[in-house]
């Protein structure tokens, strides 16, 4: 599989396959500005992306579960087409599906592109009855963008969330703040989806926190004071923005987290939480996320 990968898809020094050591596929990116990105084709998963000088910018858990048909704890997980608890395991199926590669290319000044296709199947119609196809294009230059494309490839409507479930690395949460959401209205999904205004700015982090903002700014920017590191989130065609630290009671929820690692990560989703997308027939909807840092 991995040799007809590369035979199909490579791209010398921008685009190679590989089996990693938990036995899972994936893409390996390097842009000309040297920054890296692995993706899984297990739930087309950013696992990692890491900068010229080896910063490494995706948390992704030491208790991680790399099994098939179950979520990796890290990177950035991709919803669809339920956001969190539902009828549907938890943020839906796409991030523990299997995906297959549908192209690579390398767009100007060394920049690869790997799009990433699922199409419905027995075991998502089992799930849920629709006939769909998802690409989710990534691209790395000196930015990480992430491009999600739903198409209704049925004879009926069908609805749905979706978005990029984001965890960034931090060195820590007490020396971390969130810019660009001062004044937004909030879901405080940690306190019965009770509605809040953000009105501290910036947001810090100081407790469990799980918040739904409502229509938010496209461009969000999390201080990371301790690595002197800002990361600038850019999100398209979405409109809520989900923040989200279980902080250290929190973390006793997830076997695959660790105790103290609560302190590493802060996850910001751009995320399409509370209004649904209906598609017709042959209808798509189109949206994305750009990751930046300095
Ligand atoms: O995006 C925030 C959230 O919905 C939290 O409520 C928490 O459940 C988190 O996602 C992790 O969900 P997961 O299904 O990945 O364990």
Not at 157 to 166: I, N, Q, Y
Not at 199 to 206: F, G, H, K, S
């Amino acid at each position: 599989m991995i040799e007809r990968l590369n035979q199909t898809f490579g791209i010398p020094k921008s685009v190679v396959f590989v089996r990693d050591n938990n036995n899972f596929a994936k893409a390996c990116l390097t842009s000309s500005a040297g920054q890296r990105a692995d993706v899984f084709l297990h739930g087309a998963q950013v696992s990692s992306w890491v900068g010229p000088h080896g910063e490494d910018l995706l948390f992704m858990s030491s208790k991680a579960v790399f099994e098939r048909g179950k979520p990796v704890r890290g990177g950035i997980p991709i919803v669809f087409p339920q956001f969190g608890k539902g009828d549907l395991p938890s943020h839906g199926f796409a991030r523990t599906s299997m995906w297959e590669v549908k192209e690579s290319s390398m767009l100007t000044e060394g920049e690869p592109s790997v799009t990433f296709k699922l199409e419905d199947g027995p075991l998502t119609r089992n799930l849920w009855a629709h006939q769909f196809v998802l690409e989710y294009t990534v691209t790395l230059s000196d930015k990480l963008k992430c491009s999600l494309k739903v198409v209704n490839c049925g004879t009926v409507p069908f609805f749905f969330f979706a978005g990029f479930h984001t965890y960034f690395r931090i060195a820590d949460i007490n020396r971390t703040s969130i810019h660009g959401l001062h004044e937004v209205t909030y879901l405080d999904a940690a306190r019965s989806r009770s509605y809040g205004v953000q009105n501290a700015d910036p947001l810090t982090i100081e407790e469990h926190t799980d918040r739904i903002y409502l229509n938010a700014p496209d461009t969000t920017r999390i201080g990371d004071r301790l690595m002197n590191r800002e990361y600038t989130v850019v999100k398209k065609n979405i409109k809520d923005l989900v923040v989200w630290n279980p902080w250290e009671n929190g973390s006793k929820a997830f076997a695959d987290l660790g105790p103290q690692e609560y302190l590493s990560f802060v996850c910001v989703e751009p995320m399409i939480v509370n209004q649904k997308i209906t598609l017709g027939p042959r209808e798509k909807y189109e949206c994305a996320q750009e990751l930046s840092y300095r």
